[in-house]
C-alpha cells in the first residue's frame, strides 16, 4: 500500500520504522513545524522528521491541515499523492473530513490507550495519575470526534505498580507499532472488524498543565506516587526546589509527625496524609543533575525531621 505517515513525537518513530521496514511504500511524512530550543533557540526538528530526513522521506510541516493556505497546500499534496492510507501517531493535528475520507482505506489511528478510556492528548499520563494497573494501544478508524472512531485492533499490558510515564511511554510506544502491524494485515487480508466506541464508558485525558506536579503531602501515600509516576512531582527541600522522578510506597506506616516530614535519611522516606510513606528513589535538585537518591545523598545532608513543600 501507499501509506502516508503523519506523527511528531518520539512515540511515534516505532510506528514509522516499522512502515520502513514492511513492504509498504511511505510516499511522504507529516509533522508538526520546528519549534526553537535551548538558550540559542535554535530551531530542532521533532523526532519523525529526523528519523524521516535520515531515511530520505519527503517531510511536510504545515501549520494547519483545517485552515488557511497551508490547509489548501496540504490537501492538494496529499490528492497528488493518492494514498491507500493515512497513519497518524501522536501527530498534534485534528484532521478535516475531507482528508479523513481521501485515502481508499481511510485513516487510522494509534492511541495509546484502551479506547474508549482516556481519550485525548495525555493518555499515558492520566493512566498513571489515576493509578490504572492496565493499559494498552488501540487502532481506530479516524472520525471527525475526538479519538471516537471505530476501533479496529486492541493490545493491553499490565502497568507496574512503581512504573513512570518515560518507562510505560517507551513500552507503549513499541506495542503501537505491533499493534499498526497487526492492522495492516488485517486490512491487507479483508479481516478488518471495526467495532463503535461505548460512549457511556469513555473518559477524556486534557493536556497536563505543570501546577498538577506539585506534590501535597496532605493527600495519600497512593496520590503522591501517582503524581510522581504520572508528570514527575516537584516539592522544595531545604529552599530549592526538588523534582522526583521515581518513588515507591514502603510497607509501613508514621502517624507521629506532621505530613511532608522526613522519616528516614537514607532512603529519603517522607510521610504523607494517611500515615504512609512514599520513598523517592531519583531526585534533581534546582541547578542540580538527576541522581538516583543513593547518589544524590551522597553530596546532600539529609536530617529526620526535616519538612518539604
Known sequence: MRVVFM???????????????????????????????GRGYKMIPTPVKAFAVEHGFDVFQPLSLRKGEDAEKSFGILEN????LIVVTAYGQILPKEI???????????????????????????????????????????AEGLDTGDMLIKKSTPIGKNENYQELYSRLAEM????LAETLTAIENGTLSPRKQDDSQSSYSPMIRKEMS????????????????????????QGKRLKVFKSEIADYYNNEVEDGTVVNAE???VKCGDGRIVIFNEVQTE?????????FLRGKKLSVGEKLG
Open 7 to 37: 506523527g511528531t513525537p518520539d512515540f511515534a518513530v516505532p510506528c514509522l520504522r516499522m512502515l520502513v521496514e514492511s513492504p509498504h511504500e511511505v510516499v511522504a511524512v507529516f509533522t508538526q513545524p520546528d519549534k526553537p530550543k
Open 81 to 84: 499523492l493518492s494514498p491507500d
Open 100 to 142: 479523513l475520507e481521501l485515502p481508499k482505506h481511510r485513516c487510522i489511528n494509534i492511541h495509546a490507550s484502551l479506547l474508549p478510556k482516556y481519550r485525548g492528548s495525555a493518555p499515558i499520563n492520566h493512566c498513571l495519575l489515576n493509578g490504572e494497573t492496565e493499559t494498552g494501544v488501540t487502532s481506530m478508524l479516524m
Open 176 to 179: 503501537g507499532a505491533e499493534v
Open 214 to 237: 506539585k506534590l501535597d503531602f496532605l493527600e495519600s501515600a497512593e496520590k503522591v506516587h501517582n503524581t510522581i509516576r504520572g508528570v514527575t512531582g516537584f516539592t522544595t527541600l
Open 267 to 269: 532512603n529519603f522516606a
Open 287 to 295: 541547578g542540580g543533575k538527576r541522581l538516583k537518591t543513593a547518589d
